[in-house]
């Protein structure tokens, strides 16, 4: 039985996503009224839907009823669901699946651990699902990154004991959560956002296999 794990977070690890994230966004906004600038969109990452079109209702400065809070949050996920509708195995972000591979032919355990609820649809379109022993993601978490609840269930799904683990994030709230879980966090990106992380890179084309075996050991 091997003793190390591996939780992969989704959107801006394993898929650019990010982008379909920010152009739905992005039109929800509009028609409300209001920009909705890429360097806003940071403040998205790892972020649940619902928190997500709380900040943008702030920098809209627009107060909202229950009822328009929820066809919102719904119109949001109708236009980025079409989005995702044409995506394909070409979208899978620079070496994840060499990586994927590599971590499977060694039979370590692979978890996804994402505040997506649109996880498990997103993998099978891009052909990813089959890498992972476990998907734990926004349908299964009561409390959002930074809080370690996704990567602890993870964990646990693996069967595999927290500090064994390690999380590739791209968000601060993900490294926040990796931290928390007392895990070893990897913050892939930018390197001057993750500082939290116990390792960076900018993607996965700068992880070698000497790496990983150093994390296995
Ligand atoms: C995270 C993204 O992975 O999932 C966030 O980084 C997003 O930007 C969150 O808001 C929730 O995603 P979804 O697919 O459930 O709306
Ligand atoms: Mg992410």
């Known amino acids: 039985m091997n003793s190390t794990g591996f939780i992969f977070d989704l959107d801006g690890v394993i898929v650019d996503t990010a ?87 060694k039979n370590i355990p692979i978890a996804l651990g994402s505040a997506s609820k649109n996880a498990k649809p997103i993998l099978e379109k891009v052909n990813l699902l ?30 595999i004991s927290a500090n064994n683990c390690v999380v590739f994030e791209d968000a601060k709230a993900g490294i926040q959560a990796a931290n928390a879980a007392n895990m070893v966090s990897i913050g892939i990106g930018d390197s001057s956002i993750l500082t939290a992380a116990k390792y960076n890179f900018k993607n996965f084309t700068e992880i070698d296999f000497s790496f990983l075996k150093t994390l296995l050991s």
Not at 62 to 83: C, G, P, R, S
Request: hydrophobic share 40%.
């Open 19 to 105: 982008k379909y994230h920010y152009l739905a966004w992005k039109k929800l906004a509009n028609e409300l009224g209001f920009e909705f600038t890429k360097e806003q969109n940071e403040l998205f990452k790892g972020v649940s839907r619902k928190r997500c079109l709380e900040i943008l209702l702030d920098i809209g400065n627009i107060t909202a009823t229950q009822e328009q809070f929820d066809t919102w949050m719904v119109e949001k996920n109708i236009d980025y669901l079409a989005y995702i509708e044409k995506m394909d195995a070409s979208e899978i972000l620079p070496d994840v699946p060499k990586i994927l591979q590599f971590l499977k032919d």
């Open 130 to 159: 089959h890498y992972f022993d476990a998907i734990v993601d926004g349908n299964n978490v009561t409390k959002a990154k930074p809080d370690p609840e996704v990567f602890l269930i993870a964990a646990k799904q693996l069967g």
